[in-house]
């Protein structure tokens, strides 16, 4: 069945420094990928997303990266911050409406 | 701003009760989810809904059914509580296919 892969599942940084994480999806016909960012308590919220037709697209400290050959992409977040400490999930989008999403990474950032 | 509202943060059951879980969303959207959130499982799909009256099955279905008799209204419904169906249970809705989905608050449900 349709799978997406998350690495890694957790994640620790120091302030400033780059995170970057990746996941892989299994089924090709997948076209829109969002991320979620979910604080201690809190709902996942987006914070960017790509669509098939598009490899890469940026906001401001974030950016997100699409290789359809390979079936992966990638979170890039810059000059990390302590609030930026969360879990992050990523998710491919099948068919239509299903979502399947990533099992998470839980990022840290060390002032 | 979207609001997609959960009408319970926390809930305690017991073992062979029915629990209904409700979701109310205020933008219209077309579509509705209901996911459960486990530790190192990320988010599974329950069920999900494109319309009134309409419903397809996600990743793990058994155990549960879901009611959308209304747009703005999405019920999960746990036919016979077990104790496996102790997790966070996650709201969300969509405006359609390909546009991101917006969450509520989740209602974190104990069977004991």
């Known amino acids: 069945g349709e799978n997406v892969e998350q690495h890694p599942s957790t994640l620790s940084v120091q302030e400033g420094d780059s995170a970057v994480i990746k996941c892989t999806y299994s089924d090709s016909a997948s076209n829109y990928f969002p991320w979620y960012k979910q604080e201690l308590g809190k709902r996942p919220q987006l914070i960017i997303d790509i669509r098939s037709n598009v490899g890469e697209k940026k906001d401001q400290r974030i950016a997100v990266t699409l290789n359809k050959t390979a079936k992966h992409f990638s979170l890039h977040i810059t000059e990390t911050q302590p609030e930026d400490s969360a879990v992050y999930f990523c998710?491919?989008?099948?068919?239509?409406?299903?979502?399947?999403f990533g099992a998470g990474t839980r990022l840290f950032v060390k002032a | 701003d979207v609001k997609v509202t959960q009408s319970s943060r926390y809930l305690v059951k017991r073992t062979g009760e029915k629990v209904f879980l409700e979701c109310v969303q205020d933008m219209d959207h077309e579509n509705m989810f209901w996911y459960r959130q486990d530790p190192g499982l990320g988010l599974r799909l329950i069920y999900f809904s494109y319309d009134v009256k309409m419903k397809e099955k996600g990743d793990i279905p058994e155990g549960y059914s879901v009611s959308r008799e209304k747009k703005e209204r999405f019920s999960l419904i746990l036919e016979s509580a077990s104790t496996n169906q102790t997790s966070m249970y996650l709201c969300a809705s969509s405006t359609h296919s390909n546009q991101p989905q917006h969450f509520g608050d989740g209602t974190r449900l104990s069977i004991l």
């Open positions: 998710a491919g989008q099948v068919a239509g409406f299903k979502t399947i």
